[in-house]
């Protein structure tokens, strides 16, 4: 679907250039195609697929939309992109840094080689300092040292007529069932966690943590997503409980709806419960092959809903004919929640837009919603001098 945006917009602003849009698996009939096109439009994928191809070439620009694709400098797509030979570079994104400042050094060390000094020494004098002992003027300076490559557009600044966008925390209750279901899986992942680490360390039982805190944000959206047993299917979810009330009342006074979310087999379970209650609406995973098909029909008004997965459909789609969000489970990382907001939130938007961000009381939730705070304000002071220092 972003291929799919680039190229009637570059039709629209720039009618001289040609297009040649790379994708699928007949694509290599097209290779003779690309020394005479303007501009080649390709996926992040294809940088492996076809990097023989692309690394004999030398073009006058490369440009990296939703660039924070290479924000692990270690991944191999990241290396690619940084071996494209190229007169300029230009990085397009709206979350430039989403868990740590070592993202935003990746995306200046294609940009810019050398203008954060190599990977150790940032660490040593930029990200260590500001994101563990919270050092203000270290903050001050990296955002000093990158601000001449920088051009950062909010949207306060070039869309002034843009709808505000409310955001809303819902704090959710578990009744006394989910409760216990929930601070049993805690109690037990504290000790599975604490034995892995006893046994092996803290370094070697990061998948142990990373499968601990799953399951407990499992819990809190649906039981069933841990266990499939008699017992469990008992269980109420007090999300699903909020929705089956909420969407109809919400569908009645005439909203659009996304619903976004990250767990595929707890999203089959609610599209269950939506079908029952006779709400129409969309479907858009990683499997989703009709994505642009998809987005036209929401927009031309076919469905009330669009049920969405977080990672396949947080970016890339226009989707302005929507004026409710719903984040069914909080993620990591507050940027990227904000991108998938604005599918809705963005040029073209006429109603103001409700963004609810559903949350469990005294659980790993709560804690997500902290970690994000801290997260923006660490991107507010690498990016913006004159903001304050994350606390």
Same mark, same amino acid.
């Given at each position: 679907s972003v291929l799919g945006n680039w190229q009637p917009t570059i039709r629209r602003f720039a009618t001289e250039l040609g297009s040649l849009i790379l994708h699928g698996a007949k694509?290599?009939?097209?290779?003779?195609?690309?020394?005479?096109?303007?501009?080649?439009?390709?996926?992040?994928?294809?940088?492996?697929?076809?990097?023989?191809?692309?690394?004999e070439r030398e073009f006058y620009f490369v440009i990296l939309d939703e660039a924070q694709t290479i924000k692990n400098p270690q991944a191999k797509v990241s290396q690619v992109a940084r071996a494209l030979r190229a007169e300029h570079r230009l990085c397009l994104t709206g979350?430039?840094?989403?868990?740590?400042?070592?993202?935003?050094?990746?995306?200046?060390?294609?940009?810019?080689?050398?203008?954060? @000094?190599? /990977?150790?020494?940032?660490? &040593?004098?930029? =990200?260590?300092? +500001? %994101?563990?002992? *919270?050092?203000?003027?270290?903050?001050?300076?990296?955002?000093?040292?990158?601000?001449?490559?920088?051009?950062?557009?909010?949207?306060?600044?070039?869309?002034?007529?843009?709808?505000?966008?409310?955001?809303?925390?819902?704090?959710?209750?578990?009744?006394?069932?989910?409760?216990?279901?929930?601070? @049993?899986? /805690?109690?037990?992942?504290? &000790?599975?966690? =604490?034995?892995? +680490? %006893?046994?092996? *360390?803290?370094?070697?039982?990061?998948?142990?943590?990373?499968?601990?805190?799953?399951?407990?944000?499992?819990?809190c959206c649906d039981p069933r997503l841990i266990n499939t047993d008699a017992q469990t299917e008992i269980i109420p979810s007090a999300k699903l409980d909020w929705l089956s009330t909420t969407l109809p009342e919400l569908i009645a006074e005439g909203r659009r709806i996304l619903l976004f979310s990250q767990f595929t087999s707890r999203r089959q379970r609610r599209d269950t419960a939506v079908k029952v209650r006779s709400i129409p609406?969309?479907?858009?995973?990683?499997?989703?092959?009709?994505?642009?098909?998809?987005?036209?029909?929401?927009?031309?008004?076919?469905?009330?809903?669009?049920?969405?997965?977080?990672?396949?459909?947080?970016?890339?789609?226009?989707?302005?004919?929507?004026?409710?969000?719903i984040h069914y489970d909080p993620w990591w990382n507050p940027a990227v929640e904000a991108q998938a907001t604005d599918r809705a939130h963005r040029i073209g938007q006429q109603k103001v837009v409700n963004a609810y961000r559903l949350a469990i009381r005294g659980t790993v939730e709560e804690r997500i919603l902290k970690l994000q705070a801290q997260k923006r304000g660490l991107v507010e002071a690498a990016l913006n001098d004159q903001a304050p220092m994350m606390a």
């Amino acid at each position: 679907s972003v291929l799919g945006n680039w190229q009637p917009t570059i039709r629209r602003f720039a009618t001289e250039l040609g297009s040649l849009i790379l994708h699928g698996a007949k694509r290599k009939e097209s290779f003779a195609a690309i020394d005479s096109a303007d501009v080649i439009l390709l996926g992040y994928p294809l940088l492996l697929l076809d990097s023989e191809m692309l690394l004999e070439r030398e073009f006058y620009f490369v440009i990296l939309d939703e660039a924070q694709t290479i924000k692990n400098p270690q991944a191999k797509v990241s290396q690619v992109a940084r071996a494209l030979r190229a007169e300029h570079r230009l990085c397009l994104t709206g979350t430039p840094m989403e868990n740590h400042l070592g993202e935003l050094w990746s995306l200046f060390d294609f940009v810019q080689p050398g203008l954060l @000094g190599e /990977r150790s020494q940032f660490q &040593r004098h930029y =990200r260590t300092p +500001i %994101e563990n002992g *919270g050092d203000t003027k270290r903050a001050a300076a990296l955002s000093r040292r990158i601000q001449p490559f920088l051009l950062r557009r909010t949207k306060d600044a070039v869309a002034q007529d843009l709808p505000p966008k409310i955001r809303i925390v819902e704090p959710i209750e578990l009744d006394e069932r989910q409760r216990d279901f929930y601070d @049993g899986i /805690r109690l037990g992942q504290h &000790r599975r966690v =604490r034995e892995a +680490i %006893e046994q092996q *360390g803290l370094a070697r039982s990061r998948i142990t943590v990373l499968d601990a805190l799953l399951k407990l944000r499992q819990a809190c959206c649906d039981p069933r997503l841990i266990n499939t047993d008699a017992q469990t299917e008992i269980i109420p979810s007090a999300k699903l409980d909020w929705l089956s009330t909420t969407l109809p009342e919400l569908i009645a006074e005439g909203r659009r709806i996304l619903l976004f979310s990250q767990f595929t087999s707890r999203r089959q379970r609610r599209d269950t419960a939506v079908k029952v209650r006779s709400i129409p609406y969309f479907l858009l995973t990683g499997e989703t092959r009709q994505r642009t098909e998809l987005v036209r029909r929401f927009q031309a008004g076919g469905v009330p809903l669009f049920l969405i997965s977080l990672k396949a459909g947080g970016t890339g789609l226009n989707l302005t004919a929507a004026d409710t969000i719903i984040h069914y489970d909080p993620w990591w990382n507050p940027a990227v929640e904000a991108q998938a907001t604005d599918r809705a939130h963005r040029i073209g938007q006429q109603k103001v837009v409700n963004a609810y961000r559903l949350a469990i009381r005294g659980t790993v939730e709560e804690r997500i919603l902290k970690l994000q705070a801290q997260k923006r304000g660490l991107v507010e002071a690498a990016l913006n001098d004159q903001a304050p220092m994350m606390a």
